[in-house]
């Protein structure tokens, strides 16, 4: 990570509930928030993934609704892909959707999370 980049990480915690669906929480310092962010500098975002599904859960990757707007300049997983860093460099104004794509080590289906939003005011 550059040294001008911006950290911010949010922790994306996965549970089951009583029927088996999973459940996905983001917090960040501890408190409940949307997993989503306005961005007005460079800066990674990273979530990092706590699992409490017993499902051995690990993410592959990010899916976007809008892949080549630019908002979003690289999607870079962890070694122990139990964290991914989205790296904006804040040059596009706009706003982009996306999901995590997560695999488990119960069966071959992929999961995705709800769609939290990044939205790039621009840099001044």
Do not use: C, W
Request: glycine share 6%.
């Amino acid at each position: 990570m550059p040294n001008n980049t911006t950290l911010i990480e949010f922790t994306l915690t996965v549970t089951l509930n009583n029927d088996n669906v999973p459940q996905f929480n983001y917090t960040q310092d501890g408190a409940p928030v949307t997993g989503s962010l306005v961005v007005n500098e460079h800066t990674t975002i990273r979530y990092h993934l706590v699992d409490h599904t017993e499902k051995g859960l690990t993410f592959v990757g990010a899916a976007f609704t809008t892949p080549f707007d630019n908002v979003i300049d690289s999607v870079e997983l962890g070694n122990d892909s139990q964290f991914i860093d989205l790296v904006d460099s804040d040059a596009i104004v706009g706003k982009t959707g996306f999901r995590f794509i997560l695999t488990n080590e119960q069966n071959s289906l992929m999961l995705l999370s709800p769609d939290p939003e990044i939205i790039n005011r621009g840099t001044d």
